[in-house]
């Protein structure tokens, strides 16, 4: 069974900076993807970065440039720096791991950017 634990959200002013990150545990491979997701209200999920097992990064247009994740395969951790902070950055920040039979997903933190 996998677990996923998400930390770092909060309050920031725009412009701002923040660093999430995603503890995993349980049957965790570097070989699988992991990456973040965010849902704002009254959206649908949407992709915010991901990182396969080979290192290749994936950003969603909106965050490019602003946004970089990484990931610790010896720690099982998965990291989110995210500067230049916009109010349309707000919502839940969700973390993913996926393999072969299904996908996990934490419980969400928090962002919220005030303009």
């Known amino acids: 069974q996998v677990q996923l634990k998400e930390s770092g959200g909060g309050l920031v002013q725009a412009g701002g900076s923040l660093r999430l990150s995603c503890a995993a545990s349980?049957?965790?491979?570097?070989?699988?993807?992991m990456g973040w997701y965010r849902q704002a209200p009254g959206k649908q999920r949407e992709l915010v970065a991901t990182?396969?097992?080979?290192?290749?990064?994936i950003y969603a247009d909106s965050v490019k440039g602003r946004v970089t994740i990484s990931r610790d395969n010896a720690k099982n951790t998965l990291d989110l720096q995210m500067n230049s902070l916009k109010p349309e950055d707000t919502g839940v920040y969700y973390c993913?791991?996926?393999?072969?039979?299904?996908?996990?997903w934490g419980q969400g933190t928090q962002v919220t950017v005030s303009s």
């Open positions: 993913y791991y996926g393999d072969v039979a299904r996908a996990y």
């Open positions: 349980g049957s965790i491979f570097s070989f699988n993807p």
């Open positions: 990182i396969n097992g080979g290192g290749t990064r």
